[in-house]
C-alpha cells in the first residue's frame, strides 16, 4: 500500500470519525423525568385522555379533542387577551419555541378564560400578533372552565387591580397533548425557551 494511498484512507476515516460525531451530538436525547423536571416539565406517569369539549377556534369553526390528534404535540395555555403580566409572557415564550423549533409537528393554542370579552375577532386578533401560526380558542365559559378543571387549570372571577386592569386570576401552566388527546404532562414557571426546547424535541424523539 502505498504512502499516499495509506494518507487518503487515514484522514477519510478521521473525517468520518468527525463528521459522525457532530451529527451524533446535533441528534435530540430522550431525557429522563428528573432531567425534564430540571428544565422545567413534568411528565405524567399515566397519560390521561381529554374529556369531550365543544369549543370555536379564532377562525369561528367548531374546535374539539378530534383538533389536537392531527399534530404530534399540542400546546393548550389558559389566559385571555386583556391579561397584563403571565399571558404575554407566556404567548412570548411560545414564539421563542416556535423559533427554536423549526418544525410544524406541534399546534399552540391559548384557551380563552375571558369569552365575554374576548370576542372572536378580539381573539384572533391577540394571538396572530405573536404568531401567525398561533390558534386561539373560546367558547362558553362553563365549557372551558370544565376543560380547564380536568387539566389541572383553576379561574378566579374577573376584578379589577389598582391600575383598574381587568384581572383574572388563574393557573400558570402550559399542558402538553399528544397525537391520542391525552395529557402528557405540564411545563411550570419560570419558562425558559431553551430548556423548553430540549423537552420538547426530547418528546417527539419518544413518540
Same mark, same amino acid.
Given at each position: 500500500?502505498?504512502?499516499?494511498?495509506?494518507? =487518503?484512507?487515514?484522514?477519510?476515516?478521521?473525517?468520518?470519525?468527525?463528521?459522525?460525531?457532530?451529527?451524533?451530538?446535533?441528534?435530540?436525547?430522550?431525557?429522563?423525568?428528573?432531567?425534564?423536571?430540571?428544565?422545567? =416539565?413534568?411528565?405524567?406517569?399515566?397519560?390521561?385522555?381529554?374529556?369531550?369539549?365543544?369549543?370555536?377556534?379564532?377562525? $369561528?369553526?367548531?374546535?374539539?379533542?378530534?383538533?389536537?390528534?392531527?399534530?404530534?404535540?399540542? =400546546?393548550?395555555?389558559?389566559?385571555?387577551?386583556?391579561?397584563?403580566?403571565?399571558?404575554?409572557?407566556?404567548?412570548?415564550?411560545?414564539?421563542?419555541?416556535?423559533?427554536?423549533?423549526?418544525?410544524?409537528?406541534?399546534?399552540?393554542?391559548?384557551?380563552?378564560?375571558?369569552?365575554?370579552?374576548?370576542?372572536?375577532?378580539?381573539?384572533?386578533?391577540?394571538?396572530?400578533?405573536?404568531?401567525?401560526? =398561533?390558534?386561539?380558542?373560546?367558547?362558553?365559559?362553563?365549557?372551558?372552565?370544565?376543560?380547564?378543571?380536568?387539566?389541572?387549570?383553576?379561574?378566579?372571577?374577573?376584578?379589577? $387591580?389598582?391600575?383598574?386592569?381587568?384581572?383574572?386570576?388563574?393557573?400558570?401552566?402550559?399542558?402538553?397533548?399528544?397525537?391520542?388527546?391525552?395529557?402528557?404532562?405540564?411545563?411550570?414557571?419560570?419558562?425558559?425557551?431553551?430548556?423548553?426546547?430540549?423537552?420538547?424535541?426530547?418528546?417527539?424523539?419518544?413518540?
Amino acid at each position: 500500500m502505498s504512502k499516499n494511498l495509506l494518507t =487518503f484512507i487515514l484522514f477519510s476515516v478521521v473525517l468520518f470519525l468527525s463528521v459522525y460525531s457532530v451529527w451524533r451530538i446535533s441528534q435530540p436525547r430522550i431525557l429522563s423525568p428528573d432531567e425534564m423536571k430540571v428544565n422545567g =416539565f413534568y411528565q405524567y406517569g399515566s397519560f390521561e385522555e381529554l374529556r369531550d369539549f365543544q369549543l370555536i377556534n379564532h377562525n $369561528n369553526e367548531a374546535f374539539s379533542k378530534e383538533d389536537l390528534k392531527a399534530n404530534s404535540l399540542s =400546546f393548550l395555555y389558559f389566559g385571555y387577551s386583556s391579561c397584563p403580566t403571565e399571558c404575554p409572557v407566556m404567548m412570548s415564550v411560545m414564539r421563542q419555541v416556535y423559533d427554536k423549533m423549526e418544525t410544524d409537528e406541534i399546534a399552540y393554542y391559548l384557551i380563552s378564560f375571558d369569552p365575554e370579552i374576548d370576542t372572536i375577532d378580539r381573539l384572533k386578533s391577540y394571538v396572530t400578533a405573536f404568531n401567525p401560526e =398561533f390558534m386561539g380558542v373560546s367558547g362558553e365559559i362553563s365549557e372551558v372552565v370544565k376543560l380547564g378543571y380536568q387539566l389541572g387549570v383553576e379561574k378566579l372571577a374577573p376584578m379589577e $387591580n389598582h391600575m383598574n386592569q381587568r384581572i383574572i386570576s388563574h393557573t400558570n401552566h402550559l399542558i402538553v397533548v399528544n397525537s391520542d388527546a391525552e395529557v402528557i404532562g405540564i411545563f411550570k414557571a419560570p419558562f425558559e425557551s431553551s430548556s423548553m426546547t430540549l423537552v420538547i424535541k426530547s418528546l417527539l424523539s419518544s413518540q
